[in-house]
């Protein structure tokens, strides 16, 4: 058998890498530019994403917080196309008539409520987190009530309310006589009160069940194997893991307590010792026609929930919850 034919073959050509080729031909190799977006506006992309809702941010809060501002600086009464510059007489009005500020103390029924909710949204998230009986309906039942439009419940609960109405015929089995629950000065906020913890408490609960849903189920695992009771679970588990959600909450509970509206305006229209600071502002901006100091106690009212805010924060600053 012959040899194979290779004599007068040439071996096949390397291929060498644009680098080696250069240096090959005494050449400077050439440095690969790096890849740029056409026109070089890269940077501009995420803007233009950014760009609708800036603007409605911008048309629909920031605007109006301005105007709101120069509107408390003047004496204008909301109809009228010319306005006169008063400086601090509205603010100075404000803080001498003590009237205006007694309307603070029924925020404290509401902040009361708030606390009430937030035990009861904490309870009810921790139950229904674990291996609970029909858990998925109890979680529509409690956070049904949010749904529901503020008006309707309002309406709902002034009939409830009424003399003779549902909680009378409820207590009257008990023996309890009939009260004046929304025509008692005495009764009336607790009343009200109870309507805001029916109606936000499933906010909350759902809130707190996201937040302990994401716990490692290896903590609880640990936890049992120490012989931790549900209460010790709670206390050193999922109560410290979830304490930015509950710092959220607090916040919003405070100034929510602060901004009452919808519930005591519908029912009761801010009667018998029941008017909260935003049900006097809107009097006096549209039933006695003075948009200048109701514009100074919208201002006093935000600066009074930004300083709140920052106090909470200050007091209970968010740490990194690491778990593990």
Not at 238 to 262: H, M, T, Y
Request: charged share 10%; net charge positive; aromatic share 14%.
């Amino acid at each position: 058998m012959s040899a194979p034919r290779t004599a007068g073959r040439r071996p096949p050509a390397r291929i060498l890498p644009p680098q080696d080729a250069a240096r090959s031909r005494g050449r400077r190799p050439r440095r690969m530019a790096p890849l740029r977006r056409k026109g070089g506006a890269w940077w501009v992309t995420p803007w233009l994403y950014l760009l609708v809702p800036l603007a409605l941010l911008v048309t629909f809060t920031l605007l109006p917080v301005v105007d709101m501002v120069s509107y408390s600086f003047t004496d204008w009464d909301g109809i009228s196309p010319t306005r006169n510059f008063v400086g601090f007489d509205n603010y100075t009005d404000l803080f001498t008539r003590p009237q205006l500020f007694q309307v603070f103390w029924v925020s404290l029924f509401y902040l009361g409520a708030s606390v009430v909710q937030i035990c009861a949204a904490l309870y009810f998230a921790t139950v229904l987190s674990f291996n609970t009986r029909l858990r998925n309906l109890f979680k529509g039942l409690l956070f049904f009530p949010y749904l529901i439009n503020g008006v309707a419940v309002g309406f709902v609960f002034l009939y409830f309310f009424q003399p003779g109405g549902t909680l009378d015929t409820v207590m009257g089995w008990f023996g309890a006589g009939p009260h004046l629950w929304l025509g008692n000065p005495h009764l009336v906020n607790t009343s009200l009160a109870g309507v805001s913890v029916w109606r936000f408490m499933g906010l909350n609960m759902v809130l707190f069940i996201g937040a302990i849903q994401s716990i490692p189920p290896q903590l609880y695992e640990a936890a049992a194997l120490d012989g931790a009771s549900r209460w010790q679970q709670f206390r050193f588990v999922i109560a410290p893991s979830i304490r930015p959600i509950i710092s959220l909450s607090v916040i919003l509970a405070i100034s929510g307590s602060l901004s009452v509206f919808e519930i005591p305006f519908i029912m009761t229209g801010g009667s018998n010792n029941s008017e909260t600071f935003v049900i006097q502002t809107i009097k006096l901006a549209f039933n006695f026609n003075k948009t200048g100091l109701a514009s100074a106690a919208a201002v006093v009212l935000l600066l009074i929930v930004l300083l709140v805010t920052w106090v909470q924060r200050l007091l209970f600053p968010d740490e990194r919850v690491e778990q593990s």
